[in-house]
């Protein structure tokens, strides 16, 4: 399993963004984000807990996000850290 993991979020009405995330170190979750128009430019860094982008990403799906990536997908690469 990789080391990062991107995916495409995108609204019904907006190109929305891609997010690349970072195995998370003791609880603390990596993020870059750009917009979808705009990923050859540098990304905006963020950090937060798995549980806080799983909720963030439930919440674009339930609201009618199209993901690149299933959130099942995301979870798992999540939750289970390569061996």
């Known amino acids: 399993m990789s080391d990062t993991l991107a995916f495409h979020a995108a609204g019904p009405d907006e190109e929305g963004f891609v997010v690349l995330l970072h195995r998370p170190v003791e609880g603390v979750l ?7 128009g705009a990923y050859l430019q ?5 950090e ?18 199209k993901l690149s990536e299933p959130v ?12």
């Open 30 to 36: 990596r993020t870059t984000e750009w917009p979808a």
């Open 48 to 65: 937060c807990s798995v549980e806080e982008l799983l909720a963030r990403v439930r919440g674009w799906r339930s609201r009618g996000w």
């Open 42 to 46: 540098p990304g905006t860094q963020g």
């Open 72 to 83: 099942e997908r995301i979870e798992s690469w999540l939750k289970h850290p390569p061996r």
